[in-house]
Structures are given as C-alpha cells and as structure tokens.
C-alpha cells in the first residue's frame, strides 16, 4: 500500500478509523491492535514508523514514542472490505505495555512461528561471526575456514541417516537439529542464507505443479 491507495479504503464504517492489525513480518506473530484514521496511517506510510490514532488521548501516536520501542513498517494491506489493514512490522524491542513481546500473551504457537526461529537462528549465526567471541563454537568453526565446515555438514548427514535406521524418534530429531545448524553456518559462510534454499524448493514445486 501506498499513499496513493488511501482513498480506495472505506473510512466511513468507524467514524474515521480503522482498525490495524499489526503482524510480526518474519515470525508471523500477531504482535498488537490499534486504530488508524487517514494521518496515521499516511505517517505510517511516509516514515515507516508504525503511527495510530489515540481513542483515549485524540491524538495520532507513534509506537514507542516515549517507551522507544519503536515499531517499524515492512509493509501494509487492506481487506476485501477495505475497512481492515494489516500492518507487517519489525519490533525494536517489546511491543507490549507490560514488557511481553506481544499484547496477545496466550497468543498459540502455529506451525509457522517455530519455524520461523531458524530465520532467528541465521541471525545468531551471523552475530556470532562478526563478533567472534571466543566461547562461541560458532565462531570457532567458521574461523577454521569453509572445508572444515563443509566436512561437519557430511559428518551430521551421516549421523542423521544412521540415527534414522538404528535409533529413536529423539535421537534423530537431535541429529536433524545438528544438521540444520551445521547447513545454515555453511551457507552463510557462502554469503547465502535459507530463503535461497527455500526459493529453489519453491521453484521446482512451481516448475511441477
């Protein structure tokens, strides 16, 4: 969305407002919900800082303004009925009142979310191996070079094969953790992450579809 597309949205449903559903943009977490009228959401637009509307102060604010935990815009959307937005969101810091992550405390874990900690995992990955802390396993093995990484992605291949026909369901779930990890660091040692290995396997399902 864009400035261009505030006049396709149906503001006269409430009063004015509407209603901003804010999404974590990598996790998927449904992370808060506020209200926009038309200057809120055109600040959200031009400055790529989430902005709503106060119902209790009658002013327009922006998320963080006084906590600093500032919610940034990756993007937004309406709905079918062009009443309703959807705000993808970057948090700097917790988004809720009370210092949780989320305003939805009991918000259930889909499939999705636990999925998405390998995105959270690429980015420990990298912070490790431009830090270089010297307990950092991590950064111990990426400091004895691309080979050496590469023969420990063999080394979990292998132990992920043989635990799948000679162990239980923990051992192998455990063997697949160390493969994963392994892979992820060697990507990035390839200046490559996942969403290159997720777009391939997007690619080819569309190639066969």
Known sequence: M????LDALDWSK???LLPAIVQHAESGVVLMLGYMNREALAATLATGRVTFYSRSRERLWTKGETSGNTLEAQAVTMDCDRDTLLVLGRPHGPVCHTGAATCFHDQPTSAATQLSFLLQLEKIIEARIAEQPE???TAQLYARGL???AQKVGEEGLEVALAAVTDGDAQLVGEGADLLFHLLLLLQARGLGLANVVG???KRHQARA
């Not at 864009?2 to 597309?5: P, V």
Request: aromatic residues 6%; negative net charge.
């Open 2 to 5: 864009t400035l261009d597309d």
């Open 14 to 16: 409430g009063e004015g």
């Open 135 to 137: 307990s950092s396993y």
């Open 147 to 149: 080979t050496r990484m």
């Open 200 to 202: 391939e396997l997007v």
